[in-house]
Every structure is written in C-alpha cells, then in structure tokens.
C-alpha cells in the first residue's frame, strides 16, 4: 500500500499508511513564537464501510523539534505501516461533541493582534528532494510560520505533493518557496534551523 516513511535525524520514526487511505497528510510547522522552533503532525483519513471516513493519527498529537533536527518523508510502498495511535470515525459522538466545542470556540475567539515573542526570530527550513538542495525557506516582514505540507491523497495516487510556505496575520505576509510533486522513491528532506 501506498505509505509516507518517516525519519527523524535518519531514524526511523513511523510509516504512515492504512488500509483504505483517503488522505495522508505529514505536516511540519514551525512558529517564532513557539516553545521550540517546530513540530511534526502526523495525520490521515481512511474509509470505513457504509460510505463512513475516520480520522487517523500515527504518533503523539505533535513532535516537538528541535534546531537541527532533519525530517525526511520518502514516498514509498510498504505492506507493514505504523500502527496508528487513534482512528477516530467522523460519526463518532466524541468527534461530533469536539467539532460543536470547536465551532463555540470560533465565535468567541479574538484574534490576538499583538506581535508574537521572537523566540526563534532566525526560523528556516533547509529543504532538499533527492538530496538537491531545492529552497531554503526564512521569515520574510511580518511572517511568523513556516509550514511544509506533505499530501497524498486517493484522487491522484501516483503522486506526493509537497509545498512549503511562510506566512503570518497580514493578507500581504506570505511566501511560497516550494511546491512540487514527488514520485514513488522520492523523498524530501527538511533541516530545521533556528
């Protein structure tokens, strides 16, 4: 089945795949105001019989990163993924009673408007495909995040997409370093920096 392999610093951290995929979507996000520079999500949908989907995770809610560290997602194939930590159906009362919290939460939510603590005012991520150096992606005026976006998903099977960007609160604070497809034994390698 179609996976996404992991490494962290060249040790293997967790192959995410499931029988009937939907969607396998790695993220690494780092933030310059965060308690480290970055973390790794490691999520996914799969299908469920009648028509139903779940949501799936494969590890802790977020990894925390250090500067330094080296995340490496190869496309691959692999008859023995990760187990993953949760599977949760989208009809399950506990992800209904979460989506009605989130929406309440939504409509009290005040955007903060102050400037975020620049804990990390130096963010980047050092991105390699098939050991190339492709991008370096920093914070450009009023950028705050620098996210890498991994997606693969059952409509277009024979590819990864991969998109790197940097933004912040500001409509015009954005920048797109990196957007690519990979192919089977591709893989991208991202150095965090802080």
Not at 131 to 137: H, K
Not at 160 to 170: A, H, T
């Amino acid at each position: 089945m179609v996976c996404i392999e992991v490494r962290l610093d060249g040790e293997l951290f967790r192959i995410a795949g499931i029988k009937d995929a939907s969607l396998i979507t790695p993220t690494l996000s780092g933030y310059v105001g965060g308690e480290t520079p970055a973390c790794l999500i490691l999520r996914g949908m799969c299908d469920l019989v009648g028509g139903r989907a779940a949501h799936v995770s494969w590890g802790p809610d977020e990894v925390a990163l250090t500067s330094g560290t080296v995340v490496t997602f190869r496309f691959t194939m692999s008859e023995s993924p990760s187990h993953p930590e949760q599977i949760v159906p989208t009809d399950s009362p506990a992800y209904i009673e979460e989506q009605r919290d989130f929406e309440a939460y939504k409509k009290t939510l005040v955007p903060d408007s102050n400037p975020s603590p620049r804990a990390f005012p130096e963010l980047a991520f050092h991105c390699r495909v098939n050991r190339r150096a492709v991008t370096v992606a920093t914070l450009n005026t009023g950028e705050e995040h620098v996210l890498c976006s991994v997606l693969w998903d059952k409509w277009h099977p024979n590819r990864l997409l991969v998109s790197v960007r940097s933004f912040g609160n500001e409509p015009h604070a954005k920048t797109e370093w990196l957007r690519e497809d990979l192919a089977i034994g591709d893989e991208l390698e991202v150095r965090v920096a802080a």
